[in-house]
Each structure stands twice: as C-alpha cells, then as structure tokens.
C-alpha cells in the first residue's frame, strides 16, 4: 500500500529533481531519503521529484463498513471495502481523498479504526546528493503549518447496522429498488443507501442520485450550459404539448357552417343564389376548407414527445428525474458527446413539417445544440441533488418536517381567526411593506382593468358582425375595404369567440411590454434615487416645486430598491399574456383563418403576423430560459448574451402590433437615450493606478482623468468593461471607496506606488532651510539616512475609486471566466507578477505621473459606465444603520464605513450610529488583508478625531466580525503582505497595529452565541476580543438577539439595514426586520438589499 501525503504549504523547487506543489496538493510517497526527503508522485503534472519532510502531512488509512453517497460536492463518496485516506479530523469528519486522489470530507462513522502506518521504504544512496537548502514555500518562521481548517459540518450520518455492513452481494442489488431506497430516506427510514455494487453501474442504468448512486460529478466544469439545457428542454416540451394540440386540430378545419348560435344567417346571404340575393353567398355545406398545414400523426408525436421529455428533464418537479444529472463517468462525458442532445435534434426534424409544430421544433434543436455544447466543454454535476436528499433524510431522521399537520405559529397578529384589515394594515406597516403592496395593488388593477376593457371593445365588435349577418345589414356590394371583409364575413364566418380573449392578451402585452423597460432605465433610476437621497436637505432648504413635492416621505413610498423584482414580475406576467395571446389566436385561427388574416391585412401588416409573432415566441424563449438565477450565478455570460434577444423581441413587436409604437415610444426612447451615454461615458478616459491580488480577490484602483465625469455616492456601483476581453461585454461592481477617497486621496511614492508619510523636520534645523522629505509608512524614519528619505517631487496623491472583484474559474487550465481574463490582462502589464502592482506614466514634460490609461495592446485598460443607483445610498436617511456583509459583500459597508469615520462624521453628517456586521471563513481571511488595513486606519482616525474634538459625542461606532469554520488547532500568524502602517510621528498612539488584528481573526477567542451577553456585561470595555471598536467573534450572528439588543437600544425611529451578500442571509434579515419592527414601538427596521 502506497502511503499519501498532503501538502500544507505552497512548495517551490530549491533545485533540479524536486516537485513543485500547490497547498493541499496530494502526493504518492514512494520512498524517503536519509536527508529529510521524501520521494513522491504527484503535484500540478502528475511528475516525480523530492518534497522536504517538514512540508507534508502523512494519511491515515481507513477501510470503509459501509458505503456512503456524498451530499454536496466536498464530500468523498465510500464503498464498502475500498480503501480512503485521512489527513485531519473534526467532528468525528475526516479530510482526505480516495486512491484516485480526489478530494473531500467523509463521515468517521462509516469507516473502522485507521490501520497502522506502513513503513515507507528507504531510498538507496544517491550518486548526487540532495541539497540539503529548504524548498521555499510560503511558510512563516519555518513553522510547520497545519492541515486545512474543516468547515462547521452538520453532525455525520449513522451508519447501517452491524448485519448490513458488510459489502452487498450482486443478488442484493439485483432485488433493490432504487426509488423505494429514495421514498424510505424521504421517510427517515436511512440516511444513506447500501445496497451498492463496489462499481459503478453503466450511465444506462445508474439511477439519479437521491436514490443512493455513488457517480463521480466532477467535471472539467460545473454545470452551467446544461442547467440553461434543463430550462430549455421544459419550456420546449411544454410547447410541444400546445402546438402538438394545436397541430392535430388544424388538420380538420371548422366552417361556421352559416349559422350563428344555432340560428341561420339571413336569408340573402345563403345559397342558392336569388333574386334577394347579395354579391356573395354561403354555402352551409362548405367543403373548399382552407389547408391550415396541420397533421394529425405528427401533433400526437409531438404531444406524447413533449410529455416525455419533460417527465425526464422534470428536475424542478422531483429529483427522481434525470434533469441536470450529467456524471463525469458516463459514456457522455468521457467521448464528449451529449446523447441527449442528439436524440433532441432528431426529434426535432420531423416537427418541422408543419407550421404548429415547427416553433415548438425550433426550440427542440437548439436544445438539443445546447446540451451538445455542454457536455463537449465537460460539464458535469447533479446541480446539488445528493445534498438535498441528504439534509431531507437528516430532517425525517430527526423527526422534523417542520409545521405539517401541526399548529402554525402565531405572530404580532394575535390568535387565529382574529384576523382584521386593521390589523393587517398595521402588520404592513410594521414590516415595511405597504407601499410594495400598494404598487403590486396598482399593476395588476391596471392589467384587468386593461384586461376586461379591451375584452369588452371586442366582444361587441363579435356581436356587431354577428348581429350583422342574422340581420342582412352587412355591406357586400361595394368595392372598399370594409365590403372586402364583409364578403368574408359573409362567406367564411366573422372572428370566433376566442378573438376577443386573443386581443385582450394582446393589449395587455402592450403595457407590459412597455412598463418592463421602465425599471432597468438608469437614467430614470439615478434621477429618483437621487431625489429620494436628497430627503432630508431639501426638506430644509429652498428646493424647486418639482423637488419640493418629491422630497417629501412620499418619496420612500416609490419602492426603488425592488427594481429587479418589479422587472421580474412584469416579465412572468408577460409570459402569461403571451402563452394566452398565442393559444387563444390559434383557436380562433382553426375557425376563422381566412377572416383573421383579411383582419390583419386590413391594419396594413399583410402576412408579417406569423412570422414577427414566431420571432417573438423564439426571442421570449432564449431570454426566459437563461434568465433564471440558477443560470445567471452559474455562468453570467450566458445571461447576459441571451438578454440580449430582447432587440429582436421589441424589433418584431413593432411590425406584430399596429398601435404598440404608441406605447413603446418613450421606454424605448429612454433606453436608446440611457444605451447611447453609457457609450458615451464608456468613451471617457480613466487611468488605472493600482492592482493588488490575494487569491481570490482582485482590488483596482483607478481614477477618471476628469473628475466631473465620475459624481458617486457610497453604496452606488458601476459597470467595467475591458476592450481587450470584449468591447461590448460589461459587469456590475459595487463601489468599495468614499467618495472623497476621490479628492483626497493619499500621497504615494511614484516609483513604487507605496504610501508615504511626511518625515518632520530635524531638531536644531533652520526654519530658513527646505525639508519636505517622505517616508514609506511601512518604514521607520529614525532609522534612515536623510538621502533614503523622498523629495516631495518624488511623491503625488493618488485619488481613487476602487472596486474588489472576486476572480472566478482560478481551477481551470485556461481562462474561461471574465474576472480571470482581466487578471491575466493585467499580468501582462506585470511580467513578474509581484503584487500590488503600481501602473504610472509619463507626461509630456516626462515627469512621473500616477496611472496608466492605455494597455499593451494601445486601447485603454479599462472602460467605466457609471456610477449607477443603488439600494445602500440611501443609508444617510437614517440616523441609525446596519451595515451588513458576506465575504466579498463587504464592499458597499467599507465604502460607507470610511466615508463616515474619515470624512463626514467631521462635517456632522449622519447617520450617527453605525454597525457594521461581516462575516467570513477563516480560510479566506487572508484574502481581505486590505480590509483590514482599512479598519486599522479607519480605527486610528477615529481614535484621533475623538481625541481631537473633532467629533461630537453622539457619533457610535461598533464593528462585528465574524469568523466562521475556524480550526479547534490554533493558526500559525504569517506577515501581512503589504507593510503596516505604524502611524510613526502621530499626535495619537494607536491603539493596535494591523498585525494584531490579523491575528486576533485568525484565531477568534470568544463564540458569537454569547454576543449579546458580552457585549452588555460590565467587563464589555475590556472583552478579550474587544480591539477598540471592534469586535471578533467565533461562529455566524445570532440575528435574532442582534435585532433585539438594537431595538431595546435604539435613538432614532428608523434603522437602515444596508445589506449585500448570499440570498439566504438576505431572507433570513428579512425575517428579522419583519419581526422586529412595530409601529406600536415606534421602530422600522427598513432592509436594503442589493439588486444586480
């Protein structure tokens, strides 16, 4: 048996022969030298080479009892038998890999004590000895660094019985039933399935997941075309269903048969012909029937296809079915071809024959031409199915289920049954929801009243020709327009019963399909959030009667910060009157198809319906399938193209309908108006000063050569596009800076980019002599001689905006994300990849001169579209706020945080109470070494201002940190990457350094759980994880405790709670500020949440 080891540390090559590594790296141990080295296989190429001793931690050996499906993708699935290895255990979970070298957590339960060490064979003596200088690796002090921290994972599951652990025979697994094994987990009859070959079966026959399968689904990449693939397929075997319908009915087209209700037409208007006789007749035994290309075999293929594909892709309706299940060890995946998608296109090409079928044909193939993409680029995932029937079975076994059957729990509005519009009322007004109500009110009574009213116009227009045929006062004698239809009328039957629905749908498209583009404008967005910022200055200044009318309270009326949710709404309406516009105009269509299109033709449009209208079904089907969240965080791109569709939608709709220009005149006009000045303030330079990099967060600072061109307020974000990437490709980013950081920004070292500090003049120095000498704040002045210091020349300001981007697809060999394309655009800039990197230019007099605005390729670096609205401005409504973030969330809460502690609490700005709230893991502290950097600087100048008077006392500052999956070993302190500022020469000593701060959230001392108990005990002031304002805490944030302790302590009425981060906080925040706000007592707790 082959012993592995897995790297704790970052390995570089001290010489020829040794193997480069990456941490957690896992190796083969083939051998150990007298030296120290341990020969091993394995690292970034799979090569051979010498690995130091100290930089390895050795695995145990474990032989599993039972198997075990993994539940989410960090977890290693177990055969019974089959051995895995352990590096570190917590919670009775080990980290480790199997023999195939993949990694993850599996439960010790499931596996027997770790069999001895063997003994790893001696390595013979070698002609060239090796070196016996240490690798270099990213280790501190030569301190040997521990195992990676294991994450806060859930309690394992317990493992079968004694008498079922030992490994199935065939026969076992022959008699199981996999989806009876699914329905007894769902049940709490398991937590995990046993019944399993030590194999795995063949892609034909291995069962989804939830039924205990133990496939491997690491792929090349996650699922991300192929959950756009899922979404497609069941919107199209939905269609398929309709038109499939729609295609047997047109093969036996309906006359009216010359009569209405029952009762015949007027007698002038039958045949045979007489001397009463109009122009044209009809003819009740009518058999010249119009051909309306229908078949009845191919739209019950379409139908029984439809229903069958989507009871396999049905993955939204139960996890039993086989959509966004691609294993990496199926046959798919391993010859890159998607038998899926094949079966999808040839399915397709029979559909194509008639015209019902062929839309629903169209969305098939390109289907079927998506899912072959997906899988040829090596998708592969079960887009976290094992996880969801695990934590079900976890929640059956636990006896949970949550209020099923039982008692509801009751809230502020007292007992059931009681149940009032006053109370109600007060219950929105309590969470904040009246005016949301209000408008979702608004909206849908503007679609019925539209609705019904149009309904109305043609229903009597239905009964008008109707009335007109029993009655025989239809015009047919003449030779305009009017009597051409009326000859139609007469011949063919006027519009059915299904038109009026048919136009009503279609009315309602038109405003909706032009309210939709109203909450994307920015321009409108911009101006209204501006107005709404602009509260309380207006409410005591002498504002215009436009302003004085919209700031008053009325303004926090207009729900802003839920843009995107209004625009989503819209858009599922809109696919609703679409669907019933389409269904109810192909049944009007079978009855009345030479009488619609004389209707249409009359408008002046001729045949251009169906094809404008086939365009615009086409259009909605790209754009709503890849328009899923699921889609958008899993590949943004794909989001962002298909969006894009929506020029040939609004182009088509413009030819499809006769009066939708009347309603799309001014949101089209606003959108080209908004899409023409993002051009043009794409177009403006900016210069690019600073890059810094700490996987997997990349800061930019940047700067427009005008400062005019770039007006922004804390909270707000903006659109970066990169010309070398791709010039039409733009993503939104928050705003991480002031925006004074803007105007005063610090002074900085030219040559190096390093920020600086004014030296002080010598003692016994004439005041008639010069001395303007600088020195990196990451110096000690007193220890340099006066030629090290800097002239003023040799310094500048470096005025900034700056955003973090987290970098994405670091894993894959070649870049495939956007963020990491920029990273490695920027490294081109910086051959030696040392980071922060400084960019600096020359100008005409060849002076050095901060920023670089052109890249190697002469277009400029990067183009910048904003700043945009965003919910967070409007934080200075409020007295008191809650700025919260997750992992790189943070973003908006710094730029607030330091605008207020370095800038406006100075000026007497509010609001005067800030908590901040931050949640990270442990194992990504280091890559927001800036933040805190910040927070020291930030704590320092706050300190002073204090100190100085330059603050009044009612200005409240606590910041909470809080440190999630931390490691039970302590964790080794490295240097900080960037020099410390030691603020050497200040009037205020500090009271820590970033060093110890670093520290401190390395290794948190006090749990989160006593938070609030801590923080109002009498020893609060000098808590052991207190560092001046701030706060360091172990574990998440007991919201509910937080919400409270801040209403008990409240001083104003409202409290702004300024979020960014995962949705699931988000809901949970939500609940919270539902919870805790009451008119009764006098506080709001208002949630603004951002919206991309």
């Known amino acids: 048996m082959t012993t592995r080891g897995l790297a704790v540390e970052a390995v570089t090559p001290a010489a020829s022969g040794h193997l480069a590594l990456k941490k957690d790296d896992v190796v083969k141990i083939l051998s150990l030298h007298s030296s120290g080295y341990y020969m091993c296989e394995g690292g970034r190429a799979g090569n051979k080479g010498w690995v130091k001793k100290g930089s390895l931690t050795l695995a145990k050996s474990f032989i599993p009892t039972a198997n075990y499906a993994a539940g989410s993708d960090d977890e290693l699935s177990l055969t019974s038998g089959i051995r895995v290895f352990g590096f570190t255990t917590e919670e009775e979970w080990w980290f480790g890999c199997n023999q195939s070298g993949k990694q993850g957590y599996f439960p010790g339960t499931f596996v027997d004590s770790p069999e001895p060490s063997p003994t790893i064979p001696k390595s013979p003596p070698l002609p060239s000895p090796i070196p016996t200088a240490s690798a270099t690796v990213g280790n501190i002090n030569g301190n040997k660094k521990p195992p990676p921290p294991l994450p806060k994972k859930n309690a394992p599951p317990i493992p079968p019985a004694a008498s079922n652990r030992t490994k199935p025979t065939t026969s076992h697994f022959e008699n199981s039933n996999p989806m009876q094994e699914s329905r007894n987990m769902a049940k709490g009859k398991g937590n995990v399935a046993v019944s399993m070959p030590s194999a795995p079966a063949p892609a034909s026959s291995s069962p989804p997941p939830s039924s205990g399968s133990t496939r491997n689904f690491k792929g090349t990449f996650p699922l991300q075309f192929l959950l756009w693939a899922n979404n497609m397929a069941l919107a199209s075997a939905a269609w398929m269903v309709i038109f499939g319908i729609f295609t047997t009915l047109w093969s036996d087209p309906k006359h009216y048969g010359c009569e209405i209700g029952g009762v015949a037409i007027h007698k002038n ?36 296809a439809g229903i069958g594909i989507y009871a396999f892709e049905g993955f939204g309706v139960d996890d039993r079915m086989w959509g966004c299940y691609y294993p990496s060890d199926s046959f798919s995946y391993t010859n890159k071809v998607s038998i899926r998608g094949l079966v999808y296109i040839l399915l397709s090409f029979p559909l194509f024959a008639k015209f019902p079928s062929a839309l629903s044909a169209s969305f098939l193939f390109f289907t079927g031409v998506v899912c072959l993409y997906g899988v040829h680029r090596g998708e592969a995932g ?13 929640a059956a076994a636990r006896g949970g289920g949550g209020n099923k059957g039982g008692n509801k729990p009751q809230g502020r509005g007292g007992e059931a049954g009681s149940w009032s519009p006053i109370k109600y009322y007060r219950k929105l007004v309590d969470e904040n929801k009246l005016a949301i109500y209000v408008w979702v009110f608004l909206y849908f009574f503007s679609n019925a009243l539209t609705f019904f009213y149009t309904l ?25 327009d009017t009597c051409a239809l009326n000859k139609v009328i007469v011949t063919k039957g006027g519009i059915s019963s299904w038109g009026p629905y048919a136009k009503a749908c279609g009315m309602c498209l038109n405003f909706n399909c032009s309210l939709i583009v109203y909450p994307v404008v920015k321009i409108l967005l911009r101006r209204l959030n501006n107005i709404g910022v602009s509260f309380n200055n207006n409410r005591t200044a002498n504002p215009t009667v436009f302003a004085k009318f919209f700031a008053k309270p009325v303004t926090r009326l207009i729900p802003l910060s839920k843009n995107i949710d209004f625009h989503k709404l819209i858009a599922k309406v809109m696919g609703a009157f679409a669907a019933g516009h389409t269904i109810f105009h192909f049944f009007n269509y079978r009855s009345a198809s030479e009488t619609t299109l004389t209707v249409f033709k009359k408008w002046g449009w001729g045949g251009t319906a169906f094809f404008t209208g086939s365009l615009i079904c086409f259009s909605m089907f790209f754009i709503f399938t890849a328009a899923s969240d699921t889609v958008r965080r899993a590949h943004y791109e794909i989001f962002f193209s298909a969006h894009h569709w929506f020029v040939v939608y609004f182009a088509c709709l413009l030819m499809h309908g006769p009066i939708y220009w009347k309603w799309a005149f001014v949101p089209l006009s606003l959108y080209i108006i908004e899409r023409v000045m993002q051009e043009r303030r794409g177009d403006r330079p900016y210069y690019v000063n600073k890059v810094e990099w700490i996987d997997p967060v990349m800061a930019i600072q940047f700067r427009p050569v005008y400062k005019q061109d770039f007006v922004f307020k804390e909270g707000q974000y903006l659109y970066l596009n990169c010309p070398y990437i791709n010039k039409n490709e733009w993503h939104p980013f928050t705003i991480s800076s002031a925006s004074s950081d803007l105007a005063t920004g610090p002074r900085i070292a030219l040559e190096t980019g390093e ?8 003692a016994g120095m004439s005041k008639s002599d010069k ?3 600088y020195c990196p704040v990451g110096q000690d002045y007193t220890k340099l001689k006066p030629s090290q210091l800097l002239d003023k020349h040799e310094t500048g300001y470096n005025d900034y905006v700056s955003v973090h981007i987290k970098v994405h697809g670091l894993d894959s060999k070649v870049a495939k994300s956007w963020t990491r394309k920029l990273k490695e655009y920027f490294e081109l800039m910086n051959p030696k990849r040392t980071f922060p990197f400084y960019l600096t230019h020359r100008d005409d007099r060849g002076d050095i001169i901060v920023g670089r605005q052109r890249g190697p390729d002469g277009q400029q670096i990067l183009r910048v579209d904003g700043p945009h609205s965003a919910p967070a401005e409007h934080y200075a409504n409020y007295g008191t706020v809650m700025l919260i973030g997750a992992g790189i969330g943070l973003t908006p809460c710094a730029s607030i945080l330091t605008s207020m502690l370095r800038y406006k609490w100075k000026k007497n700005y509010q609001p005067e109470i800030l908590h901040f709230y931050w949640m990270v893991r442990q194992s990504d502290i280091d890559s927001f070494q800036w933040l805190i950097h910040l927070l020291t600087s930030l704590s320092h100048g706050l300190k002073s201002s204090r100190e100085q008077k330059q603050i009044g006392p009612q200005y409240y500052c606590e910041i909470n940190i809080y440190i999630t999956g931390v490691s039970k070993d302590p964790v080794p302190v490295p240097a900080l990457r960037t020099p410390e500022n030691r603020f050497q020469g200040e009037t205020t000593a500090p009271s820590f350094l970033a060093s110890s701060l670093y520290g401190a959230m390395l290794n948190p001392s006090a749990s989160s759980k006593s938070q609030v108990e801590v923080q109002n005990g009498q020893g609060s002031r000098s808590a052991k994880n207190r560092i001046q304002d701030i706060w360091i805490w172990n574990g998440r944030p007991d919201w509910d405790k937080i919400f409270k302790q801040n209403k008990r302590q409240r001083q104003h009425e409202s409290i702004g709670v300024c979020f960014c981060g995962a949705p699931v906080i988000g809901k949970d925040l939500l609940k919270n500020c539902n919870k805790h706000s009451s008119k009764e007592e006098d506080v709001v707790f208002d949630l603004m949440k951002e919206n991309f």
Not at 463 to 472: A, F, H, I, V
């Open 269 to 304: 208007y039958l045949a045979p012909l007489n001397e009463t006789a109009t122009a044209v007749i009809c003819n009740p035994n009518e058999d010249d029937l119009p051909d309306l290309n229908g078949d009845f075999g191919i739209g019950l293929i379409s139908i029984f």
């Open 382 to 394: 079960d887009n976290g199915r094992a996880a969801r029937a695990k934590r079900k079975a976890q």
């Open 456 to 480: 109305s116009i043609w229903v009597g227009s239905v009964k008008t020709m109707e009335q007109g045929l029993l009655d025989g006062t239809l015009d047919t004698l003449c030779d305009d």
């Open 755 to 762: 920020e600086v500090r004014e030296v002080p003049r010598p």
């Open 771 to 773: 001395w303007h000498k």
